[in-house]
Nanobody
Framework: QVQLQESGPGLVKPSQTLSLTCTVSGGSISTNYYAWNWIRQSPGKGLEWMGVIAYDGSTYYSPSLKTRTSISRDTSKKQFSLQLSSVSPEDTAVYYC??????????WGQGTQVTVSS
């Protein structure tokens, strides 16, 4: 069974870079039918897809976040990471890593709360 776990600081100051890591267990990060996503949910809002890194390392980002988002991976550590630069309080959210298989998202981390505040 694939399991995902997010980690990173729970508090980030405005204008800084938010960095989160997702550690994968029970599966391969390079499996060619998995795509590794970051998704967030701000207070009172729905889920917002942020971006994805595919099995071959290619990345795709939400147009609204593209200029501030970077997703990378370390296959040796079975981890993939999110960096979101120039954060503001509007980036306060629960951040999730999730695996997409075909058109569904069967695997999710438990989510990690990140608050942007000085």
């Amino acid at each position: 069974q694939v399991q995902l776990q997010e980690s990173g600081p729970g508090l980030v100051k405005p204008s800084q870079t938010l960095s989160l890591t997702c550690t994968v267990s029970g599966g391969s990060i390079s499996t060619n039918y998995y795509a590794w996503n970051w998704i967030r949910q701000s207070p009172g809002k729905g889920l917002e897809w942020m971006g994805v890194i595919a099995y071959d390392g290619s990345t795709y980002y939400s147009p609204s976040l593209k200029t501030r988002t970077s997703i990378s991976r370390d296959t040796s550590k079975k981890q993939f990471s999110l960096q979101l630069s120039s954060v503001s309080p509007e980036d306060t959210a629960v951040y999730y890593c999730a695996i997409r298989v075909a058109t569904s998202f069967p695997y999710w981390g438990q989510g990690t709360q990140v608050t942007v505040s000085s």
